[in-house]
């Protein structure tokens, strides 16, 4: 069975530029949460959709939104990128909406904003 | 506060030694706590996970950790290592239904 892809695997992006990336869960999961790993550190979560309704967002500014579509797959966008932005974005699939429902994660997507 | 904290940020070790990666959260009411590895250009696997029940939890490839309450401490351990278990690792608490991550420990083993 096919895990959770992500697209692209990488991009490059220079400051102010917009930015959307996809997540297909795995087939039968219904909750997608979106994290961003910046170089050294842990997953930071930014937000859970669940039913296409979100469920959960984390500490982050305006500039990102996303959201799931009917096939469960789902975009993350981030507006008037900054060079912080750069970092590892990781997309994971679950049964529920539950924490405690096993999460499955992406390759992430690579992102280098100039 | 919300944190979790992994001591440290490498380890390396020998192969067939044992490993202890150490974790330590701040409390909050309900204690769910898990492991993470994650292998270069890859991305996050599951190890192990406590929701309840026994202290010990055993998980995928020969690891294991233990929930200490009273230090707010969740190690994880593997009695003897390979070279394929170099990878960064990572520690994860439930806050408010959502994960908080430690920033990693590299495990590094040698030959």
């Known amino acids: 069975d096919a895990g959770v892809t992500q697209s692209p695997t990488h991009l490059i992006k220079t400051r102010g530029q917009h930015v959307t990336l996809r997540c297909s869960p795995i087939s039968g999961h219904k909750s997608v949460s979106w994290y961003q790993q910046v170089l050294g550190q842990g997953p930071q979560f930014i937000f859970q959709y669940y039913e296409k309704e979100e469920r959960g967002r984390g500490n982050f500014p305006d500039r990102f939104s996303a959201r799931q579509f009917p096939n469960y797959s789902s975009e993350l966008n981030v507006n008037a990128l900054l060079l912080g932005d750069s970092a590892l974005y990781l997309c994971?699939?679950?049964?529920?909406?539950?924490?405690?429902?096993?999460?499955?994660f992406g390759p992430g997507t690579r992102l280098t904003v100039l | 506060a919300q944190s979790v904290t992994q001591l440290d940020s490498q380890v390396p070790v020998f192969e067939e030694a044992p490993v202890e990666l150490r974790c330590n959260y701040s409390s909050s009411v309900s204690v769910y706590l898990f492991w993470y590895v994650q292998y270069p250009n890859q991305g996050l696997q599951l190890l192990l996970k406590?929701?309840?029940?026994?202290?010990l939890v055993k998980g995928i490839n020969g690891f294991e950790a233990e929930f200490n309450k009273s230090q707010t401490s969740f190690h994880l351990r593997k009695p003897s290592v390979h070279i394929s278990d170099t990878a960064e690792y990572f520690c994860a608490k439930e806050y408010g239904n959502k994960l908080v991550f430690g920033a990693g420990t590299i495990l590094r083993v040698k030959s």
């Open positions: 994971a699939s679950s049964l529920g909406p539950d924490v405690t429902d096993t999460q499955y």
């Open positions: 406590y929701l309840s029940g026994s202290t």
